[in-house]
């Protein structure tokens, strides 16, 4: 996850190949699109991950995720309203390692307590 790994996003009508990675701070996954002309880097903290499914458990990949065989597949919730991130990796095993790893970054944040998740990340919003 810290080398970072090309993935599709998928959405409805398009997908998309982005640039994942974990940052140095365990707790940030940073990703790049590439379409876009300013080539934008975005981020999102794990401490918003509300729960992760893998295969085509996701609205959005059982309509558009019908190109990648299911064991490739996986979505990230995340709290409040934000959407899915429908994914898709190029190996069953790059799929396997991304919801493994995210799934243990979870667990190290839900044990972690609010003055930790402030110490550690003040800029951080926390749920």
Same mark, same amino acid.
């Given at each position: 996850?810290?080398? =970072?790994?090309?993935?599709? %996003? &998928?959405?409805?009508?398009? !997908?998309?190949? !982005?640039?994942?990675?974990?940052?140095?701070? =365990?707790?940030?996954?940073?990703?790049?699109?590439?379409?876009?002309?300013?080539?934008? %880097?975005? &981020?999102?903290? /794990?401490?918003?991950?509300?729960?992760?499914?893998?295969?085509?458990?996701?609205?959005?990949?059982?309509?558009? =995720?019908? !190109?990648?065989?299911? @064991?490739?597949?996986?979505? &990230?919730?995340?709290?409040? $309203? %934000? =959407?899915?991130?429908?994914?898709?990796? @190029?190996?069953?095993?790059?799929? $396997?390692?991304? /919801?493994?790893?995210?799934?243990?970054? #979870?667990? $190290?944040?839900?044990? #972690?307590?609010?003055?930790?998740?402030? /110490?550690?990340?003040?800029?951080?919003?926390?749920?």
């Amino acid at each position: 996850m810290l080398v =970072g790994t090309l993935l599709w %996003k &998928i959405k409805p009508g398009w !997908r998309q190949q !982005r640039l994942y990675r974990l940052e140095s701070d =365990g707790m940030t996954i940073w990703y790049e699109s590439k379409a876009k002309k300013a080539r934008s %880097k975005q &981020i999102f903290s /794990v401490l918003h991950i509300e729960s992760i499914r893998e295969g085509r458990q996701s609205e959005g990949l059982r309509r558009n =995720g019908r !190109r990648f065989p299911e @064991s490739c597949c996986f979505s &990230i919730s995340f709290m409040g $309203r %934000k =959407g899915n991130l429908d994914l898709a990796a @190029s190996t069953e095993q790059e799929a $396997r390692s991304w /919801v493994q790893g995210l799934r243990k970054l #979870m667990e $190290r944040a839900l044990a #972690m307590s609010q003055t930790e998740k402030l /110490v550690q990340y003040p800029f951080e919003k926390t749920w």
